[in-house]
């Protein structure tokens, strides 16, 4: 029985990790457009869920007819609060644009609260439509550094006043389980619900304190529980939303609404 020379078994292990390169590579190919429908998918059910639309009766495909119907997507300049219609928000992909020096500015480190480095020069904002078609909420993007990771979410403000919140929703993080994990505790953020992100003179008054809030303190509407044993988290929670609410980042864009510009775009 002839052997097979060394030069044969280099040669058959060679054309094998070929072939397999080529399956491997054309499976990526094939699914990245459904990987990245699937994470758009998933972005809008959180979206749902952090406006109360998400309805754990439907089916998934009846709740992204819901995403069409009563969710409005725009995109805004960071640096005027304007609504842009020169981009597309079925492309633009705003995670990759933070990443970019063409497409975002490096943050300075006395105003960088929630620990981004950059920021991107366009952001997405979702105008949420009640039964009578009329817009009821305005949910922002924001992110911010936690102990591990940066905090991906959603926070959702009521649109007649623009200062009570009516839910926060965290889609990606890598926080300790069990402790700065809590961020996707229900329970945790029912807490929201109702809060005031903004004090009477208009600045970011919301926070997340250390332990349990007193309910008989003045500052009660402007406080929710800090997470126990994460404190470093609670703080990264509350510099994310002080730096995404504020001047250098969506304050542009709600000051216009403020001022009677809610048709802006």
């Not at 109702?194 to 208009?202: S, V």
Request: hydrophobic share 30%; glycine share 10%; charged share 25%.
């Amino acid at each position: 029985m002839k052997r097979e020379t060394v030069g044969q078994t280099i040669l058959a292990a060679t054309i094998l990790c070929i072939v397999c390169s080529i399956i491997v590579s054309t499976t990526a190919v094939v699914l990245r457009p459904i990987q990245k429908l699937n994470k758009i998918q998933e972005i809008n059910k959180n979206i749902l869920q952090v406006s109360g639309l998400f309805d754990k009766e439907k089916s998934f495909d009846d709740n992204m007819k819901t995403f069409e119907e009563k969710v409005e997507k725009k995109i805004i300049d960071f640096s005027t609060g304007q609504y842009v219609s020169d981009i597309d928000t079925n492309t633009y992909d705003q995670k990759k644009a933070s990443k970019d020096p063409v497409q975002s500015e490096k943050v300075p480190g006395d105003q960088d609260l929630a620990s981004i480095k950059r920021r991107e020069n366009y952001s997405f904002v979702y105008l949420v439509k009640n039964s009578g078609d009329k817009v009821d909420q305005v949910i922002l993007p924001v992110r911010g550094y936690g102990l591990w990771s940066t905090m991906y979410g959603f926070i959702s403000l009521d649109y007649s006043n623009l200062k009570t919140i009516k839910g926060i929703t965290f889609y990606e993080h890598g926080e300790t389980p069990g402790l700065g994990g809590e961020i996707d505790n229900p329970n945790w953020k029912k807490q929201w619900s109702g809060k005031e992100a903004f004090g009477e003179d208009g600045t970011v008054s919301i926070e997340v304190v250390k332990g349990l809030v007193d309910p008989d303190s003045e500052k009660a509407k402007y406080e929710v529980d800090g997470l126990s044993g994460a404190t470093i988290t609670s703080r990264g929670v509350s510099d994310m939303l002080h730096y995404w609410l504020g001047e250098n980042g969506f304050g542009p864009f709600l000051n216009n609404f403020r001022n009677g510009e809610k048709n802006n775009g």
